[in-house]
């Protein structure tokens, strides 16, 4: 990942230099974890520099905001013009996004009405999430002993800050394991998701993945996959499955704005089918990065040209 820090910040609607994008050590945020995020990417594609599903993006932090009862002070199509003005005046071809949306400075008390709701975007050059090599080679998993939060506890629907307290448990713990991720559980031991990913399981060509109810983010890559190998005639179950699936599936491969399309080559040192990419993942991987690089048509309307 590199900074951007000679570059500006959109902060409540102006532009602020990089340096002066700061909040006060008291506001709620910092204490309760009072946030929501989007991770969005802008592509450098052949006509130009494009943001991948930006409406979705943003209507996914609205939906987030709304579950906290948290107001944002703009229109969605407001929001997204703000995105696009932080994309030009920061001057980059391509940049992973970073909209988020806290409660501020007034009063501490884990009661957040009172306090101001801030929006800030910030954009920033971020490659291959789970390193360069990942995307053709895959990475090694372990299942974490963290699950995902049960249902009537967090709402992981929400793409909230405080959501991250646990992805960050199980990540710290595969690292230190030596894997390159961590693959959760939902609270009934039904397979959920990566700390920062969805995944799918292929077997016997047919697609696999946890549904929404598994206590899984609603992811937007996840969902872009899901289109494309149904338009590619491939079956896709969403259903519950449990662990040991993982290690008889022929591919594994996981999705994210960040992770994009990244295959897994083992699970808890079980190799994965011939313990390197497969055949339909590395489909699906030419389909979405022709979409991503503006070679395929732009059918869907994925995609909103910069300029
Ligand atoms: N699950 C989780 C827990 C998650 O964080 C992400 C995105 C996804 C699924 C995939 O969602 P989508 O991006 O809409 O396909 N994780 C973001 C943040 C990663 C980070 O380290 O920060 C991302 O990929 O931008």
Not at 2 to 29: P, Q, T, Y
Not at 139 to 165: I, L, Q
Not at 190 to 219: A, C, R, W, Y
Request: hydrophobic share 40%; charged share 25%.
């Amino acid at each position: 990942m590199e900074w951007n820090e000679s570059g500006k910040i959109w902060f409540n609607g102006k532009f602020v230099d990089w340096k002066d994008a700061n909040i006060h050590v008291l506001s709620h945020v910092i204490h309760y974890g009072s946030s929501v995020f989007e991770g969005i990417r802008c592509y450098n594609t052949k006509k130009g520099s494009a943001i991948f599903r930006l409406k979705e993006h943003v209507e996914r932090l609205y939906n987030s905001a709304k579950i906290y009862r948290m107001e944002i002070p703009y229109s969605q199509e407001e929001f997204c013009e703000a995105i696009i003005d932080t994309i030009k005046t920061n001057k980059l071809k391509e940049c992973y996004i970073r909209p988020i949306i806290f409660r501020g400075y007034k009063e501490l008390g884990v009661y957040p009405l009172n306090c101001p709701i801030e929006s800030v975007i910030a954009v920033w050059s971020w490659g291959k999430y789970l390193g360069e090599e990942a995307v053709e080679n895959g990475v090694d998993v372990g299942v974490s002993t963290w699950r995902r939060m049960a249902p009537n506890t967090m709402p992981v629907m929400a793409k909230a800050g405080s959501n991250y307290m646990n992805s960050q448990l199980a990540k710290m713990e595969s690292i230190l394991n030596g894997y390159d991720e961590g693959i959760l559980l939902d609270y009934s031991g039904m397979v959920s998701e990566g700390s920062g990913e969805n995944i799918f399981v292929v077997k016997d060509e047919i697609l696999h993945t946890p549904p929404l109810g598994l206590s899984l983010l609603p992811g937007i890559t996840r969902e872009t996959i899901i289109k494309l190998a149904k338009d590619m005639g491939l079956k896709v179950k969403e259903h519950s499955f449990p662990r040991e699936m993982l290690y008889i599936a022929d591919e594994i491969f996981l999705t994210g704005t960040a992770a994009e399309v990244t295959p897994v080559r083992s699970v808890d040192k079980i190799k994965i089918g011939a313990g390197r990419r497969g055949k339909i993942t590395e489909r699906l991987q030419k389909k979405f990065f022709s979409i991503i690089e503006g070679t395929d048509e732009n059918r869907y309307g994925w995609l909103t040209f910069v300029d």
